[in-house]
């Protein structure tokens, strides 16, 4: 379950006309801080940035399924139903709709178990950084362009702004 001011900070982006990626950010952010905090671990980074776009899909963002080639059967089948469990039509089932609750608790409490003894890695800087990177080299630069174009045209004039001069003094910073 995502922590209330998660669920709000998606909202307060999707209200300022965000795009559904950046939205599942907070959910993917919330569970790298619980992998810093010791909650839990992950076996890596992908895993845990799975699992927060697992929960901002089932919070309702937008974020659609992995396509075909992109990911296993199985993982865009579990995408594919937590997008259903987070639309509004679709009822709030465990994965097993004639499970019962002692059996959802039981294999909820198997889930957190395992993660409970993965490593807290995962979440740290240059792991991120390694995933982030090589997310990036699987797009073409016209892609990573348009994302950035988009990006800045929801930011604000204000924001643009605050932007820019972060820009320049990181580029100040390195010139040396």
């Known amino acids: 379950m995502p922590e209330r001011k998660t669920v709000e900070r998606a909202r307060a982006d999707k209200r300022h006309g965000k795009a559904a990626s950046t939205q599942a950010g907070n959910f993917v952010k919330e569970e790298m801080d619980h992998i ?18 697992s929960k901002a899909r089932r919070s309702g963002v937008a974020v659609k399924p992995p396509g075909e080639g992109k990911a296993s059967a199985a993982t865009r089948k579990k995408a594919e139903h937590d997008v259903k469990a987070g639309s509004k039509t679709g009822g709030k089932k465990s ?3 004639s499970a019962s609750k002692e059996s959802t608790a039981k294999r909820s409490k198997t889930t957190t178990r395992t993660l409970k003894k993965e490593g807290h890695s ?55």
């Open 95 to 97: 994965s097993h709709a």
């Open 122 to 176: 995962a979440a740290s800087k240059s792991s991120l950084s390694k995933q982030a990177h090589s997310a990036a080299s699987k797009r073409s630069s016209s892609e990573r362009s348009a994302a950035a174009k988009k990006g800045a045209a929801t930011k604000g004039a204000a924001g643009r702004s605050a932007a820019a001069k972060k820009a320049a003094r990181t580029r100040a910073a390195h010139a040396k």
């Open 36 to 53: 810093r905090e010791g909650k839990h671990g992950a076996k890596n980074t992908k895993q845990a940035i799975a699992i927060g776009l």
